[in-house]
């Protein structure tokens, strides 16, 4: 795998170059198993834009995030599974942009320390906050979670890195792995990981960790511009699953610069397009 340079937001950067999401994959080895993990999650089944500039049911569409400034209020979160969260005071401002449906994941970025907070579940009890897990990243000497640990996502991997954000295609690149989510997944997590969520122990479906990669000879010149952008990181730096859900759900975040029409080309990208490369280290 060839180290990439990493996205900068908000003067950040969200996460090393070396840091594996951030590794170019084009050339990296099919995985034996690969044809069976992919039937597994679907080889008809299309690739759907979970992003874009609308709303559904009254939500907008996508993973929102929020970049605070040292002036946010510092709360403390009770959380469901403590063991695995961090226990900090998470900068939630007032208005916090909270993921519709079940999810309710907020995404944090303190500009004024480089620091990432991602919370799951996320809602007000009474006085308090109340969320799943929560997790943070020092952006500037990023780490994995200690293994076995959840973060805001089921792989112990960090959201807001993985999505797809319409600053990056309005520029022509995506330079990192994209999140993608499957509706069975193994009792296993596979670098750079740290969590599974699952019982099930078949060996075709994918672990929490897995990575694949659009295939080198599927064309896409004839898509539209931002579908095309978000369709070459695909090829060059590829999907990682990162939780439980719809098959060949790939995540960005919500923006009124992204044109629906064009995002819409991308579902003409079946699973039989993708192929899991071997991430092994």
């Known amino acids: 795998m060839v180290a990439s340079a990493a996205a900068v937001l908000a003067g950040c950067s969200l996460f090393g170059s070396a840091f594996p999401t951030n590794e170019r994959i084009d050339r990296a080895p099919v995985l034996p198993s690969s044809d069976a993990i992919v039937a597994s999650i679907g080889l008809q089944k299309t690739v759907h834009p979970d992003f874009g500039s609308g709303t559904w049911e009254g939500q907008r569409i996508g993973i929102p995030y ?26 939630i ?52 979670r200690p293994a076995g640990w959840t973060s805001a996502d089921a792989a112990g991997l960090p959201i807001l890195p993985l ?36 019982s099930l122990t078949d060996p075709s479906l994918p672990r929490m960790g897995e990575r694949l990669r659009l295939k080198a000879g599927v064309d896409i010149s004839g898509f539209p511009r931002q579908a095309r952008v978000v369709a070459r990181a695909m090829k060059r730096f590829g999907l990682i699953v990162a939780d439980n859900g719809s098959d060949w759900f790939v995540s960005g975040a919500p923006h009124r610069g992204w044109d629906d029409d064009q995002l819409r080309a991308l579902k003409a990208l079946r699973g039989s397009d993708f192929e899991v490369v071997d991430g092994t280290r």
Do not use: N
């Open 66 to 91: 929020d970049v605070v400034g040292k002036r946010a209020p510092r709360s403390r979160v009770r959380f469901e599974y403590a063991g695995e969260s961090d226990r900090v005071r998470y900068p």
């Open 93 to 144: 401002p007032r208005g916090v942009q909270i993921e519709g449906g079940s999810d309710r994941h907020a995404l944090l970025l303190d500009r004024s320390r480089c620091r990432l907070y991602e919370l799951f579940a996320l809602r007000r009890e009474g006085e308090r906050w109340v969320a799943g897990s929560g997790a943070t990243w020092d952006l500037r000497r990023p780490r994995l």
């Open 163 to 198: 999505l797809a954000r319409y600053p990056e295609v309005r520029r022509g690149r995506i330079r990192h792995a994209l999140r993608m989510t499957v509706s069975r997944s193994r009792r296993a997590y596979v670098h750079p990981a740290r969590h599974f969520a699952s």
